[in-house]
């Protein structure tokens, strides 16, 4: 448990793996001033060392929150995800110690969806393969294997914010779009939804995986998905590095089976720009290997930063959790002129009127209150507009952390 009730040059802020700029001037332009700014991410060990007095902590997608991280931070009281995959975040355990977790769930959807499209091009044209001959002083002319995207069939495994925009993209290339989801969905333009994996991977020219990292996506793609695949058929996955086994693609594209692949997301991928990347694709010539840059745009990280950001200053002055992926959503009016409790709390029964007998023995008048829960946690906001001082504020905070099943207790001013 921990009582957190601080003023903002108090409030100390990580930002790891060289997040935009733009979050810092978002933190900076409210008041913000405590930031700590890395460029890379940090090892498990390095970063249970650095996070110990951090109230906010900015990642993007290879920074690993795990148990023992949040066992650390004692202090955390939330963490952004400046990307949209939240995977590498132990969801459960941030929620065990109160720690609301956002991200940005549609800040880089075009960006990687325009890769994608550009990489389809490309592979259809078998222009990696060319520019590596170019390069080695060959001059491959022949038309034969280059194929337009016109006409060609795209199956699409994950159709939602990713796929669904490249679905309408490809489209408009004259590509017929076919997917594959486990939800019914809302399909787009002329595209068709197909009911099985399988179904997919035998009819399309290229498939162009768009999945969340999760049990059932681990692996989803392997030898025998590969075999279904038509022959001289393309696979690209700008997903998870989880979701195909590289050493079954690899044989693939060694065989001619695949004609070609794109590969942005790797099972180990480096933790900075310095570190060496190895892969059994590596020497392929008709495999397109890029770092982990999907969402790599100047466009996406500037947007990504304000909205993320902006959801945990949100959260830090309001209270407000709205959007946030691993805990009830409160949102909430400004509190101005008025103080605000925020109680964190196991969703046990009768935890409600424990807080508001303390706040009635006190004489404190209550004027709003939110309440918000899940299977698991309670979120209650409550607005005071007696006029409390300090001491009575800490007295009444400490009265209420006592409270069994209290999680994390903190007054706004
Ligand atoms: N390479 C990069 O830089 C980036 C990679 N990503 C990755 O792309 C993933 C997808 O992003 P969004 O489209 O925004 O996510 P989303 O949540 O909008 O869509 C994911 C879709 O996959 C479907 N799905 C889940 N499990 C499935 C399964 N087993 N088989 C078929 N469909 C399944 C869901 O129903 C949903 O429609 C993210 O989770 C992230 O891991 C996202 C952004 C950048
Ligand atoms: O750009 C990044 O750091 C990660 C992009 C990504 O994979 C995501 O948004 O899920």
Wanted: aromatic share 6%; net charge negative.
């Amino acid at each position: 448990m921990s009582l957190v009730s601080l003023a903002k040059d108090r409030i100390q802020i990580l930002l790891l793996e060289g997040v935009h700029e733009s979050a810092v001037e978002v933190f900076r332009q409210r008041g913000y001033d405590n930031i700590d700014f890395v460029k890379t991410a940090l090892d498990e060990d390095e970063l249970c060392e650095r996070i110990k007095d951090v109230h906010f902590v900015g990642i993007r997608s290879r920074t690993q929150l795990t148990p023992k991280v949040f066992a650390a931070a004692q202090k955390l009281a939330a963490v952004g995800c400046f990307c949209i995959g939240t995977n590498q975040v132990d969801l459960q355990a941030a929620r065990r110690h109160g720690v609301v977790v956002f991200n940005a769930p549609f800040s880089n959807t075009r960006s990687v969806a325009e890769l994608v499209l550009a990489e389809i091009i490309m592979l259809l044209r078998r222009i990696p393969e060319k520019n590596a001959a170019a390069h080695q002083g060959g001059w491959d002319k022949a038309a034969k294997g280059s194929y337009e995207a016109r006409g060609k069939v795209l199956g699409i495994v994950g159709y939602g914010h990713i796929g669904s925009q490249l679905s309408i993209l490809a489209e408009q290339l004259g590509m017929q779009v076919r997917f594959y989801d486990v939800e019914n969905k809302l399909v787009l333009g002329n595209a068709m939804q197909v009911h099985s994996l399988d179904e997919l991977l035998r009819q399309a020219d290229v498939i162009s995986l768009h999945v969340p990292e999760t049990a059932q996506t681990q692996w989803l793609i392997g030898a025998s998905q590969i075999a279904a695949m038509k022959p001289g058929s393309i696979l690209i996955n700008a997903s998870r590095g989880t979701v195909v086994v590289i050493d079954e693609l690899a044989k693939a594209l060694k065989s001619g089976h695949l004609a070609g692949a794109a590969i942005d997301v790797f099972p180990v991928e480096p933790g900075s720009n310095n570190e060496r990347f190895e892969s059994p694709l590596q020497g392929l010539n008709n495999c397109i290997l890029t770092p982990h840059v999907g969402g790599s745009t100047q466009e996406a990280q500037e947007n990504i930063g304000i909205e993320v950001a902006g959801k945990l200053v949100h959260y830090s002055d309001n209270g407000s959790t709205l959007s946030a992926v691993n805990f009830p959503e409160v949102s909430l009016p400004t509190h101005a002129g008025s103080r605000r409790l925020l109680h964190i709390h196991e969703n046990r029964p009768g935890m409600l009127t424990r807080i508001n007998q303390i706040m009635a023995d006190d004489n404190i008048n209550v004027s709003g209150q939110y309440l918000q829960t899940d299977s698991e946690v309670g979120y209650v906001v409550i607005d005071i507009d007696t006029p409390i001082e300090g001491n009575q504020a800490d007295r009444m905070l400490t009265k209420i952390r006592e409270i069994p099943g209290t999680i994390r207790a903190r007054v706004l001013y």
